[in-house]
């Protein structure tokens, strides 16, 4: 698949129109993931306007805020969600009283092996199962040094076309599309496998989806 030449023909397009395309572009065997972070609804919202039965995958780590749960229930509930939900396969009390506190940015490799457990490992079992060939996400490029690297279709080895429809989006573009569409947002949010927004988890890292 020609990537460049798809990123060079909608780096200009709308949401919606590279949503369609993703869909076009699609066996059948699409999803759209998500992590409840501020500003979510806007991704979700629009894929569930163009194909509302399309899966939302979410990894529920077992360490999130009150808040965001009380937002994911709310945006399922008000958008009609297909929602996918994967856990880790050992829970939040279990891995505290085996492994302690969830470790910091002073230490990597600990906070690397969490993210594993987590959120990665989830998510690469949600990919096995599902097998999907597009994988919708709400990155944007501004969001941080290496988002600001990929582009709106990135495709690697063997795993899904990933698709990211606000690429280009500001901050202000996407609060104006919550506004206007009435669209629930939390902006309490933490998410321990990153605890720094300039740091990636892993998730959109080369070779995790190959």
Same mark, same amino acid.
């Given at each position: 698949?020609?990537?460049?030449?798809?990123?060079?023909?909608?780096?200009?397009?709308? $949401?919606?129109?590279?949503?369609?395309?993703?869909?076009?572009?699609?066996? /059948?065997?699409?999803?759209?993931?998500?992590?409840? +972070?501020?500003?979510?609804?806007?991704? %979700?919202?629009? *894929?569930?306007?163009?194909?509302?039965?399309?899966?939302?995958?979410?990894?529920?780590?077992? @360490? %999130?805020?009150?808040?965001?749960?009380?937002?994911?229930?709310?945006?399922?509930?008000?958008? !009609?969600? !297909?929602?996918?939900? @994967?856990?880790? %396969?050992?829970?939040?009390?279990?891995?505290?009283?085996?492994? /302690?506190?969830?470790?910091?940015?002073?230490?990597?490799?600990?906070? =690397?092996?969490?993210?594993? %457990?987590?959120?990665? =490992?989830?998510?690469?079992?949600?990919?096995?199962?599902?097998?999907?060939?597009?994988?919708?996400?709400?990155? +944007?490029?501004?969001?941080? $040094?290496?988002?600001?690297?990929?582009?709106?279709?990135?495709?690697?080895?063997?795993?899904?076309?990933?698709?990211?429809?606000?690429?280009?989006?500001?901050? =202000?573009?996407?609060?104006?599309?919550?506004? =206007?569409? !009435?669209?629930?947002?939390?902006?309490? @949010?933490?998410?321990?496998?990153?605890?720094?927004?300039?740091?990636? *988890?892993?998730?959109?890292? $080369? /070779?995790?989806?190959?």
């Amino acid at each position: 698949m020609d990537t460049s030449a798809l990123n060079a023909e909608y780096a200009s397009k709308s $949401p919606l129109e590279i949503i369609k395309k993703a869909i076009e572009l699609s066996d /059948g065997s699409i999803i759209v993931s998500t992590n409840f +972070r501020p500003l979510e609804a806007v991704i %979700l919202h629009m *894929c569930a306007e163009i194909k509302p039965d399309m899966p939302v995958v979410w990894v529920d780590l077992g @360490y %999130l805020m009150p808040q965001t749960y009380v937002f994911a229930e709310k945006t399922i509930e008000q958008l !009609n969600l !297909n929602v996918k939900v @994967y856990n880790p %396969l050992m829970t939040a009390a279990r891995r505290d009283a085996l492994k /302690g506190a969830v470790p910091g940015l002073d230490n990597e490799e600990e906070l =690397e092996e969490f993210a594993e %457990l987590v959120k990665l =490992e989830p998510f690469k079992r949600a990919l096995s199962e599902m097998k999907p060939d597009i994988w919708i996400t709400s990155i +944007r490029k501004e969001q941080n $040094p290496y988002r600001d690297t990929l582009d709106v279709f990135v495709k690697e080895g063997d795993g899904p076309l990933k698709v990211n429809p606000v690429f280009y989006w500001s901050e =202000e573009e996407m609060e104006a599309y919550i506004t =206007e569409n !009435n669209l629930p947002d939390e902006k309490r @949010y933490f998410d321990p496998t990153k605890i720094a927004e300039h740091r990636e *988890c892993g998730l959109h890292k $080369p /070779g995790f989806s190959k």
